[in-house]
């Protein structure tokens, strides 16, 4: 059950946007909200922001602490700050603070300059990192209760190791969830027991109240393959599966994470396994 949520900010419209999405999220599941900026002492790109030496660690704590109350006044949800000052990247530290959280939520605009690193075209690296499942949220998305999870998965990568994330998640919300297979083989008696694998694992962890859907397509073009089933059934949250041979590592390979997510107008939720 996802009970603890970090929201990751900058204090930009996007971050903004992000946090307005996690404490939806977070009122809806009854769970708690951690805010937390990181401010890096020493950019390994011996880059040092403007605005980062124009705030002080007292401004910033008062911001994060501004924020905090406004998420409470408005949402009714427990929010809590933290503010790291690390040598690490953004990623490590982000990538340290989430093992005592079940998501993390940030807000992406594609954004492709320093200050933006955590939620523009580097959100990559924050992907690969953190353990727990990712939300990411694009700019300009307003909240809405998800009705529809479509999960795109290649059943070659068998993550029952996992599945039990999704099914809580989907459970969680009462969604519906369309599980998209994407294979390149054509269909064989060894794909189809791959895809059975699957759907048992979730099927034998169903709630009466989600409706679960299995659909499969085979295509060299995972990613294009994505986008359309995507356009068609206009989800309100696109989920992947990340680690080795999954389906995101497919789009990730022809395509930056910035152009992924552009991909797609509503958020996409990421598992590792």
């Known amino acids: ?36 900026h990181v401010r890096p002492t020493i950019w390994p790109e011996a880059v040092q922001l403007v605005r980062e030496r124009e705030q002080s660690n007292a401004e910033i704590t008062d911001l994060l602490q501004r924020s905090s109350e406004l998420v409470k006044e408005n949402y009714q949800v427990p929010c809590a700050v933290q503010l790291v000052s690390t040598i690490d990247t953004l990623e490590q530290a982000v ?25 523009g075209s580097n959100s990559y690296r924050v992907l690969e990192g953190v353990r727990c499942p990712v939300l990411v949220v694009p700019l300009g998305y307003q909240f809405k209760k998800p009705i529809q999870i479509v999960y795109a998965y290649d059943p070659h990568t ?6 039990d994330t999704l099914v809580d998640f989907a459970n969680s919300l009462e969604v519906s969830v369309s ?11 060894e794909t189809e027991r791959l895809l059975d694998v699957v759907r048992h694992a979730i099927l034998a962890r169903l709630h009466k109240k989600v409706k679960w859907q299995f659909e499969a397509d085979f295509s060299n073009d995972a990613a294009w393959s994505i986008e359309q089933y995507v ?13 080795h041979r999954s389906v995101a590592e497919s789009v990730f390979e022809k395509n930056t994470i910035k152009q992924a997510i552009m991909t797609f107008n509503c958020p996409m939720l990421v598992f590792w396994h």
């Open 231 to 243: 356009n068609r059934k206009q989800p309100d949250i696109v989920a992947l599966s990340y680690h």
């Open 158 to 163: 068998n993550p029952i190791f996992w599945v």
């Open 95 to 119: 990538a340290a603070s989430s093992q005592n959280f079940d998501l993390v939520v940030m807000g992406t605009s594609g954004a492709d300059d320093y200050y933006q690193l955590i939620f």
């Open 1 to 36: 059950m996802i009970k603890s949520i970090l929201c990751l900010t900058d204090f930009s419209p996007v971050a903004h946007n992000g946090l307005e999405y996690a404490a939806n999220l977070a009122k809806l599941l009854s769970a708690k909200i951690t805010l937390m």
């Open 179 to 189: 599980v998209y297979y994407v294979m390149e083989d054509e269909r064989s008696p």
